[in-house]
């Protein structure tokens, strides 16, 4: 597939030191994919240079994209358009309840902005995909040539990124001389977990990709996780069932009371990355990730008999600003 660089790789790996002692399990590794470099960075970047590679290749001059207010993922299209030198319209749907009035304005909905997207703020209960579509109709009417990328980049030509994001990880470790029993991520519209799921079965690779749910039910993970990696897996020309074979772990007591709303669980991740490790999570993805990860790792947890597990940091702290309680719960003192 053609590919449009647009971030800084491979992102580092990283030993965490103070929590591995902290949770007494596993050995835990971080992969900063916080650190891609595309303005403030994030899982999104890999996703994206998939995506403009084929976009670019057709001749497409607009990016159409969607995604909630806070999206980290309308972040990474603008800024990406921006690089690439294409128009980019977003789709912003208000599907947080309860927040305060800087949700719509401040974070990364403020940084779509200041990248030059175009921004449309809809209805939480709005058909995001039919507005896309009709975007795109309109603006074809008006000679554009625009591409669509579905919410969170996650088709099957987005999660390519991340099958060689597996390949990268692998690598590392092996080159540390580490095993590599699991990988923990936070897992939304899927696409992210479907090429690392990708990158495990080319590899013939028999540890456990372990996604950490930040809203969808089992069921419907498995439907948006299935979906991209069939599609990437007809991409590379691959029988579906050689990814299905790797095993789809979702764990959803993590998720919180809804998308976008952390839980005391989240607060207390968030409070312990940034205080034993310096390493800034975020409340709607990483936090909640990384959450699972501590239970996972922790004494009773699944992967606490590993010998060794990365987390994987899909970026996201762009939004802290609009969560004002982060930092002030003081859940650990
Ligand atoms: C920071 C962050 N982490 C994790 C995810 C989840 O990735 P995916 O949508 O591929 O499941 C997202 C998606 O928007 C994100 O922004």
């Not at 939304?188 to 080319?202: C, E, P, R, V, Y």
Request: charged share 15%; hydrophobic share 45%; glycine share 12%.
């Amino acid at each position: 597939m053609p590919r449009f660089s647009l971030g800084h790789m491979p992102t580092p790996l990283q030993p965490l030191q103070r929590i591995t002692s902290y949770v007494g399990g596993p050995r835990i590794w971080i992969k900063r994919d916080d650190c891609t470099g595309l303005a403030t960075g994030g899982n999104k970047t890999r996703k994206l240079e998939v995506l403009l590679g084929d976009a670019m290749a057709q001749g497409c001059d607009t990016l159409i994209s969607q995604g909630a207010l806070q999206s980290n993922h309308a972040r990474q299209v603008a800024a990406a358009g921006a690089v690439a030198g294409l128009k980019v319209h977003l789709v912003l749907s208000d599907a947080v309840p309860d927040r305060q009035a800087d949700y719509a304005r401040l974070g990364n909905i403020q940084l779509c902005r200041l990248l030059g997207a175009h921004v449309q703020v809809v209805p939480g209960d709005s058909d995001s995909d039919a507005l896309c579509a009709q975007l795109a109709q309109d603006l074809a009417g008006q000679g554009a040539k625009p591409y669509l990328i579905p919410m969170g980049g996650s088709n099957g030509i987005g999660a390519l990124g991340y099958a060689s994001a597996f390949a990268e990880i692998a690598t590392q470790m092996h080159a540390l001389g580490e095993p590599l029993d699991a990988v923990v991520l936070a897992t939304g519209s899927g696409g992210t977990q479907a090429g690392l799921m990708l990158g495990a079965a080319l590899m013939q690779w028999s540890g456990q990709i372990y996604g950490v749910s930040v809203s969808p039910d089992y069921a419907l993970a498995e439907k948006r996780v299935g979906k991209a990696l069939d599609e990437a897996s007809a991409l590379l020309g691959l029988p579906t069932e050689v990814a299905r074979r790797v095993p789809l772990i979702v764990d959803e007591a993590f998720k919180g009371p809804h998308y976008g709303v952390p839980n005391a669980a989240t607060y207390q991740a968030l409070e312990l990355a940034a205080r034993q490790e310096g390493v800034l999570l975020d409340p709607v993805y990483s936090g909640k990730g990384f959450a699972g990860l501590l239970a996972a790792c922790a004494a009773g947890g699944l992967l606490h008999g590993a010998r060794s597990v990365v987390f994987l940091h899909t970026g996201g702290a762009a939004a802290m600003s609009v969560y004002p309680e982060v930092g002030a719960t003081a859940i650990l003192a």
